[in-house]
């Protein structure tokens, strides 16, 4: 799978991946808390090890950039919740503040 990476910074130094043929993509935010968000593969791709590789290229990303760990969040009834945990994340919250609403997600985190 070919990865395409683009390293952007604003007020804060974020990733956007793009799987080269547009299969899958992904966004890492790196602060204080760098956190994996949007892992997002096309339907008619999914089931291909897609998400998979583009989650431990994340994972490398944040590692090469020092960080000890890296968090992300899933919805509370959603599937991923446990496919993450397959992927060596574990749960350490349940709420989320969006726009100043909070969002009933879990938070899960994965030591590097």
Do not use: H
Not at 81 to 109: A, D, H, M, N, P
């Amino acid at each position: 799978m070919n990865i395409i990476v683009q390293k952007c910074q604003i007020s804060i130094t974020f990733y956007k991946l793009m799987e080269k043929d547009g299969k899958a993509s992904c966004t890492i935010w790196l602060d204080e808390f760098p956190t994996i968000c949007d892992l997002y593969v096309n339907e008619r791709d999914r089931r291909q090890g897609l998400a998979t590789r583009m989650l431990k290229k994340c994972e490398e990303l944040v590692k090469a950039e020092g960080y000890q760990g890296v968090w992300l969040y899933a919805d509370d009834d959603s599937w991923l919740v446990e496919w993450y945990r397959r992927k060596g994340y574990e749960r350490t919250g349940e709420t989320l503040q969006l726009f100043g609403q909070t969002v009933t997600s879990v938070w899960l985190y994965k030591e590097l």
